[in-house]
């Protein structure tokens, strides 16, 4: 049960950041993203591209986690991702 819970939120957290990023960068265009890795696949890619691939790539791995029962990692890093993508992003979107 907790692993089934710790992937969906992972799953939602990770859906989430997509969204906000996509968002992100359509108002404040491309430098928006802090993160380099993102920020190349997107400048490669283009924007929708660039970040349903990251994220597929993501969500491919939490799933491969889920599925080898690391669920405390799973869990641990769907907290890290609210702390370092869904807060900040919020932030900016409430100040904005």
Do not use: C
């Not at 889920?66 to 641990?76: D, K």
């Amino acid at each position: 049960m907790f692993g089934d819970l710790a992937v969906v939120g992972f799953l939602l957290v990770q859906s989430l950041d997509g969204i906000f990023t996509y968002l992100g960068v359509s108002l404040w265009g491309p430098s928006v993203e802090a993160n380099p890795i993102i920020a190349s696949a997107m400048a490669l890619a283009g924007p929708a591209s660039g970040l349903a691939g990251a994220k597929l790539l993501a969500i491919g791995f939490g799933i491969a986690l889920h599925l080898r029962r690391v669920h405390n990692l799973v869990a641990f890093l769907t907290l890290i991702y609210v702390a370092v993508a869904i807060l900040p992003w919020t932030a900016m979107f409430l100040a904005n």
